[in-house]
């Protein structure tokens, strides 16, 4: 995705509320795709992507507009999701998987599905550090540098963050069966 | 390199690349090594299950939602200039009002605190005062009006 323009940037600091829409759009599916990998819940992701605008542009006089807006935005939105992460005690176990937009309809949505579950399935076994960097850089297609000026850690941490974490998926997917389907 | 050391180099290549030399490193132990080899491709599989499981997933259309709860900002072309106009008003107000402020106060002569009391005891309707010739410095008819002034005056 390419960065967001300086025009934009420049009207969304002044409060213009057409580059809040324009902001919106752009960012809106990587936002609530990040919501999903964190929350793992699509009502939750769905609140989160809301609530990232909207705390993002109530904030932006904190935003230096000459500088890019992603690191940004992404830190805002990952310090809403940690804060939910603590409120519903995101580390204790026996969540629920998350609920499935539509009903499979096909051999290949179903493939699909079962695909998706055993991956959510495997995150929840990730620690939430590197469910962050992994998100990061998946769905919102970050830069490394990008990535440590959101999370605010270095260069080094993102790069071992990112190892580990999918050191931590890899073992995780196997244990769940996503190897074997994979093979399959 | 050993095999123990293998995987972490393998994920490092696979999610952020390694230095040149290291990578030269990894891809000939990889080349030696098959178990190694297949560790390499597993993980591989794992990391485009993880890159591609979200990615046909779109979000709601949000921003009718988004624009509906945000309040919009209070005036800001007003703000801009708000706060010196009022501040230049309030300049040129005490300009205005600055001479006569500083005007300094001019004292009366003695002449015309005679006339004044003079007036003063007229109001109060006492006949010999009329009679005082309040331009020689004989005042005894003064005097003499004031002598005869009602006691509880």
Known sequence: MPPLEADIRKRFREGDQDALREIVERYQNSIYRL???????SEAAKDLAQDAFIHAYEKRHHYNHERPFEPWFYRVAMNLARGRLRRRK????GEELPETATEPTADAEVVRQERRRLVQAALRQVGPKYREVLGLRFESELSLI????ALSISLGTVKSR???GLQAFHKAYAAVGGETYEMS | MKCRNAEKWISTQIMSGLPAARAAELEMHLADCAECRKRAERMQRSAAALRDTFAGENSP????????RIRPPAHPR???????????VAVAAMLAVAPWLLQPRTAMSDQEVLQAYSEDISALNTANVATVDWTTDDNSGLYGAIASLPAEL
């Open chain 1, 162 to 164: 990112l190892s580990r």
């Open chain 1, 35 to 41: 919501g999903l990998r964190m929350l793992r819940c």
């Open chain 1, 90 to 93: 995101e580390f204790l176990a």
């Open chain 2, 78 to 88: 007003l703000l801009w200039w708000w706060g010196p106009a009022v501040a230049g």
């Open chain 1, 146 to 149: 990008e990535i440590g000026h």
């Open chain 2, 61 to 68: 259309d949000l921003k009718a939602a988004v624009l509906a």
